[in-house]
């Protein structure tokens, strides 16, 4: 089974964003389930999306990929397929591009207005490790899921990817390709929260001397 797990709790500045994802998705993978997962945190926790995501996809067979999908950021076809399929055998996450594009408000509209993703105005984001996962259930949960302990906005993926890249011995795969991040208003990172996701992010870089330190830092 494949699902595509969007997590989702509704903004205004977002909404154009995450009807342009869900309607890339009905198109280009069609037999997918589409599935937005909120959590019940007073703050939305987007590490428990993706890990209540990942739950209720499953189904126990080997088969079972999910697409761990940002609410503002498409894919390219061909580069997706290939991830979804290496996902079935890898036993790593698969991310499905090589070089990810924030569009801003100057290539969001000038995709909205009917530009090609491709041809639009853009800032390359370096060292990118988020927007697309895709994966298996078994591949995901094999180093920890992402942790809950991130809320609001900051260093969950950054935490995660350091965490697959230490456990199981190598980063997440990547598939040769290109993802677009749709402009909305920035959320804020700073603050209490913002502060605690960052020492969190501390204890993980601490904890990635070795496999075994960081499974044990992650109770695994």
Do not use: K
């Not at 019940?40 to 999908?69: H, K």
């Not at 801003?104 to 509209?109: D, H, W």
């Amino acid at each position: 089974m494949l699902t595509v797990v969007i997590p989702w709790r509704p903004a205004p500045t977002r909404m154009a964003a995450f009807d342009e994802v869900t309607s890339w998705y009905r198109e280009h993978l069609p037999e997918a389930r589409i599935r937005p997962i909120d959590s019940d945190d007073p703050i939305f926790n987007l590490a428990r999306c993706r890990n209540l995501g990942v739950r209720e996809a499953e189904t126990g067979s080997p088969d079972d990929v999910v697409i761990l999908a940002d609410a503002d950021t498409l894919p390219e076809a061909a580069p997706l397929r290939a991830a979804i399929a290496a996902a079935m055998i890898s036993g790593r996450v698969e991310l499905p591009y090589t070089e990810y594009r924030w569009l801003g408000a100057a290539g969001t509209a000038q995709f909205c207005a009917g530009t090609p993703l491709v041809d639009c105005t853009f800032e390359l984001v370096r060292g990118a490790c988020s927007g697309v996962y895709v994966t298996t259930p078994a591949t995901w949960w094999s180093s920890g899921g992402q942790d809950e302990r991130f809320r609001g906005w900051g260093y969950e993926d950054a935490a995660w990817y350091l965490a697959h890249e230490t456990v199981l011995g190598e980063p997440p795969r990547r598939s040769e390709g290109r993802v677009y991040a749709l402009h909305h208003q920035a959320e804020v990172r700073a603050g209490v929260q913002y502060d605690a996701n960052a020492a969190l992010m501390d204890a993980y870089r601490a904890a990635a001397v070795d496999a075994a330190s960081m499974r044990s830092f992650l109770g695994l």
